[in-house]
């Protein structure tokens, strides 16, 4: 407690709101809810279809708390077949939205290695060879992409201007109203029931002691909790501790975006519709992507899984030497980034799947396990999962029922059952499990689930991410001396550095010629791209709850992954020091820890909470 | 005493947006000023929360916040700051770039201002950004008072007391120093510094109550005529290569020894 503040009780000061639906996170899961349930909510008559419960007399009062201090701050470039976009607006008009076309071209590349630093395993050395034939700038495009990964007909959107487009809809209707900059820090539990959700206090210092300007976080009180506040959210999350995971369901999986947009350079020969998927380089883990949206703009970025078992796994520095790959680099030199941002993807899939529905609440989105691991295709499931509840909402709005467990099983879990979302999400359960032995075994595995429609897999079981992360020495064993590596570690601690450049300038990557415009430093990345800020008066949502499990650490992967270099060495102690003003709510802290709870195994020493700020960027 | 407190401000792009003048059809633009995202202007922020803070202290007082925007920017916008203060938003439907002439600027102020029903002019406080909307010359709040009949005028104004003498106004003068005067009352225009107050916290309660008028006054947003008053020969931005590192512990000298070479270079 700071000592210019007595010792108080917060309720005192706590208030308190009514609202008959409350949603968490502003994500496409959320977009898709509130675009199907706005339209019906008046009888064509001008009447409600029910009365609100909070102001009677009224509508139903429709509120959403997001995060980020804008609506559009999302990071994603999308491509997408959009089947359940499309269902919500039959007469889209990819033109009406900023950076959106249809998909005209989809290639897929295998990257060679062209500085010979990549890991590349014997296997994935040998199946190099079948590819020869096909090679050109030292990539090869596959002659035929399994129709499971095809697209085409599918369109490209930029996650920030689609929901600004939803978003400016949503609330122009004036049926629903959408808070940014508010997160929120927990939903509220009574028993079996969640009665609503509580805000983030403001007001409080780091540590989350009141301070001058305290203001608790308010209590607002909804008859319909509507949680799509993403993977890394803190009230999905909370729910899962709260009411735990259905049998054998866990949420081990999972990779890290980064992305930039950029401005291609003139004479690009891109055209807009153009997709690029790559896998293969800067490790075989990693895979790529380039979207061209129109008028010379890209969007394009890598994902970096918690299967690749680096400790030292820095998505910035391998976004980097992905894009000077020849292949993608004929077409970048001379761009200028726009935009830059980091996500954690819940890869789980239909495994990560959490309960669906509770007494007042339902989930929807990627935290509800929507994203089909196998299609790699997530925004357009988790808009139909948000769809599918807001049709739900109207029928018991309509037939005047509670949103209780048993009528929200019927009117949306069956719904989602019986959907195409649920068909693809089982057929792509086990598509990823050959991942979890290697590469080769895991594209082999993607292949047979994708060709059988799920009939056979290469399954197995998944460890925590926490059980994969090998030791420094282990990892480089046949690079870099055990020695040289506790001098570099030495080294960089006493530079208060990270160690992933020291370590991949030993294992044979070249530095990066930075060039002001596209390869920057990763700060000016935060600055340039980013954007990234955050407000003043709300509290570190970053902690790391045991000292002494970070103490046991020895590779400090939280610093090596965190996307924005918030989380730093901390020259004074074991626990890792948190500047939020650099967090760019990733959330990948929370799953690159060594450490496991104290008290959870499947959760690790990283707590996630609620917290301000982020990206600033809207062209994401 | 109570006041009428009206708060001309508008929306500028987020800090750190990388700006790119183009040429558009009706004169300079901003490269994707639709597609930036955009905040309340700082200076016209610190004057809204001022006001807030006098309503709060006097009985009687209302707020408005006039705005000349893009509609559909400013209700994005006003998301974020209706949270922050309570008022009542007239909005203008108007390019908000900065490549717009303040005195036409001035001129869509004053018609909205006028317009407002309730407005008691000899109860009328203007605020506004001491340097906004008017590419920092401090021009457009001064014409709106003009225009209303104003003439008792403060800018750069960090500090607003009540006081039994009437109002106690602290303006920013050259040399770092403050200059203290009082007016005898409204009617009276400020045009605000940065104030002395924090931005406040997010309120859901007063965006909730904010919501009442903010959602109609868009609505019903006139389209401003702001004509070409001026024109722009060119526009370009500093070329500007960056490389920042993240260094800790370095030492004085090492520093300075560096932004000499920097320099030098």
């Known amino acids: ?620 | 005493m109570s006041y009428h407190i009206v708060v001309c401000g508008s929306i500028v792009p987020d800090p750190l947006q990388t700006l790119t003048p183009v040429d558009g059809p009706q004169g300079p633009a901003l490269k994707n000023e639709m597609m930036l995202p955009a905040v309340l202007d700082p200076w016209a922020g610190h004057a809204l929360y001022e006001a807030a803070n006098l309503a709060a202290r006097h009985a009687d007082c209302r707020v408005w916040l006039v705005s000349l925007g893009p509609k559909a920017k400013l209700q994005q916008v006003m998301m974020a700051v209706a949270q922050k203060a309570p008022f009542e938003l007239v909005a203008v439907d108007g390019p908000a770039s900065g490549f717009t002439d303040s005195f036409a600027v001035a001129e869509a102020l004053a018609e909205a201002i006028e317009g407002i029903a309730d407005l008691d002019r000899d109860k009328l406080l203007l605020f506004g950004g001491w340097q906004s909307a008017s590419r920092g010359a401090g021009s457009t709040i001064q014409m709106v008072a003009e225009r209303l009949g104003i003439v008792d005028q403060f800018q750069g104004v960090d500090q607003l007391n009540i006081t039994d003498n009437g109002l106690e106004v602290l303006e920013r003068i050259e040399g770092g120093s403050w200059l203290t005067s009082t007016v005898q009352g409204a009617p009276a225009a400020f045009g605000w510094a940065t104030g002395e107050l924090p931005e406040p916290p997010n309120n859901p309660q007063v965006g909730m109550m904010n919501m009442k008028t903010i959602m109609p006054a868009l609505q019903k947003a006139k389209p401003a005529a702001l004509g070409n008053g001026f024109g722009v020969n060119n526009v370009s931005l500093p070329q500007v290569v960056r490389e920042t590192r993240v260094v800790k512990d370095m030492p004085v000298d090492d520093i300075a020894r560096e932004l000499v070479d920097w320099i030098q270079g």
Not at chain 1, 387 to 413: C, H, M, S, W
Not at chain 1, 467 to 483: F, K, M, N, Q, W
Request: some cysteine; charged content about 20%.
């Open chain 1, 1 to 620: 407690m700071s000592d210019q503040m007595p010792e108080f009780n917060p309720d005192d000061l706590r208030q308190s709101m009514e609202a008959d639906i409350v949603c968490v996170g502003y994500g496409p899961a959320t977009a898709g809810f509130l675009a199907t349930l706005i339209p019906a909510l008046m009888n064509e008559d001008g009447t409600p279809i029910a009365e609100s419960k909070a102001m009677p007399g009224m509508p139903p009062q429709v509120l959403c708390y997001e995060r980020a201090d804008d609506i559009g701050f999302g990071v994603s470039g999308i491509v997408t077949k959009g089947r359940g976009i499309r269902a919500s607006f039959p007469d889209l008009d990819l033109s009406q939205i900023p950076m959106a076309c249809p998909v005209t071209e989809e290639k897929v590349a295998y990257l060679y290695d062209p500085v010979g630093a990549s890991r590349k395993s014997t296997g994935m050395k040998a199946a190099e060879k079948f590819l020869l034939p096909f090679k050109k700038n030292f990539a090869a495009e596959l002659p035929w992409i399994p129709p499971f990964l095809r697209k085409e007909p599918g369109m490209l959107l930029s996650m920030g201007q689609f929901l600004s487009w939803t978003g400016a809809q949503a609330m122009g209707s004036g049926m629903a109203q959408i808070w940014p900059g508010m997160p929120v820090e927990k939903a509220l539990v009574q028993g079996d029931k969640v009665t609503g959700v509580r805000l983030v206090d403001q007001g409080v210092a780091k540590d989350g002691t009141p301070e001058g300007a305290f203001m608790p976080g308010m209590d607002v009180k909804a008859g319909l909790t509507v949680v799509g506040d993403g993977p890394v959210g803190p009230v999905g999350r909370g729910l899962n501790r709260e009411f735990g995971m259905p049998e054998g369901n866990h949420q081990r999986e999972w990779a890290v975006g980064m992305k930039m947009v950029v401005d291609l350079p003139e004479g690009c020969r891109l055209k807009p519709g153009t997709v690029l998927h790559t896998l293969g380089y800067p490790e075989p883990e990693i895979f790529g992507f380039l979207y061209v949206y129109p008028e010379n703009v890209a969007s394009l970025g890598i994902f970096v899984p918690s299967w690749f078992d680096s400790p030292v796994r820095t998505a910035y520095r391998y976004l980097q030497h992905w894009m000077m790959h020849p292949y993608l680099w004929q077409h970048l030199q001379g761009g200028t980034m726009r935009s830059w941002g980091a996500k954690s993807l819940l890869e789980s899939g239909r495994r990560g799947e959490p309960f669906l529905t509770g007494d007042g609440w339902a989930r929807i989105g990627e935290g509800s396990g929507t994203t089909n691991v196998l299609t790699g295709s997530g925004v357009d499931e988790a808009w139909t999962s948000g769809a599918q509840l807001g049709q739900a909402v109207i029928d018991l709005l309509r037939e005047g029922r509670e949103f209780t467990k048993d009528n929200l099983d019927v009117a949306y879990a069956a719904r989602r059952r019986a959907s195409w979302l649920e068909e693809e999400s089982v057929q792509s359960e086990k598509a990823r499990d050959g991942f979890q032995k290697g590469m080769v075994t895991g594209l082999m595995g993607m292949a047979l689930s994708g060709l059988t429609r799920g009939a056979i897999n290469l399954s197995g079981p998944q460890k925590r991410v926490y059980e994969r992360i090998p030791s420094l020495e282990e990892y480089y064993r046949d690079t870099i001396p055990a020695g040289e590596i506790i001098r570099i570690r030495d080294a960089c601690r006493a530079k208060g550095q990270s160690l992933h450049d020291a370590l991949m300038d030993r294992a044979g990557w070249p530095s990066i010629p930075f060039d002001g415009k596209l390869l920057v430093s990763h700060q000016d990345a935060l600055l340039m791209g980013g954007k990234v800020q955050a407000n003043p008066g709300f509290a570190d949502h970053v902690r790391f709850l045991d000292p002494q499990a970070c103490a046991r650490c020895r590779t400090n992967i939280c610093v090596e992954a965190c996307s924005g270099q918030a989380i730093t060495i901390n020259p004074d102690g074991p626990v890792p020091l948190f500047d939020r003003e650099k967090c760019v709510h990733c959330g990948a802290c929370l799953w690159n820890c060594t450490q496991a709870h104290p008290d959870d195994p499947e959760q690790t020493n990283v707590d996630f909470r609620a917290g301000s700020g982020g990206l600033h960027s809207a062209e994401n």
